[in-house]
């Protein structure tokens, strides 16, 4: 088992700056990619971004110049740096750990309860 916590969401302006933390504890966190998801009301959970056990990324399209994800081993955490908000990036954003980094979310085993960002206009 994996535990997945998440944290750093809240409410900011446009073009503003948050940092998501996913904290991991369970299992060896480095066996796993590391992904975070989102979703609007209304909406399907979408794929933002996802992160292999090598440090390899990968973006969707609309926040890879503003988003970046990385991971510390040493404190078994990844981060979501997100700069440039917009008021579409208002989500619930989740964090997953699964066996390969892709952009599926069923592909995921373990989620973690997610952390709101709201982003005014």
């Known amino acids: 088992q994996v535990q997945l916590v998440e944290s750093g969401g809240g409410l900011v302006q446009a073009g503003g700056s948050l940092r998501l933390s996913c904290a991991a504890s369970?299992?060896?966190?480095?066996?796993?990619?590391m992904a975070w998801f989102r979703q609007a009301p209304g909406k399907e959970r979408e794929f933002v971004a996802a992160i292999s056990w090598t440090g390899s990324n990968t973006y969707l399209n609309s926040v890879k110049d503003r988003f970046t994800i990385s991971r510390d081993s040493a404190k078994n955490t990844v981060y979501l740096q997100m700069d440039s908000l917009k008021p579409e990036d208002t989500a619930v954003y989740y964090c997953?750990?699964?066996?390969?980094?892709?952009?599926?979310?069923?592909?995921?085993?373990?989620w973690g309860q997610g952390t709101q960002v709201t982003v005014s206009s």
């Open positions: 369970g299992r060896t966190f480095n066996n796993y990619a």
């Open positions: 997953a750990a699964g066996q390969l980094p892709t952009r599926t979310s069923n592909e995921y085993t373990y």
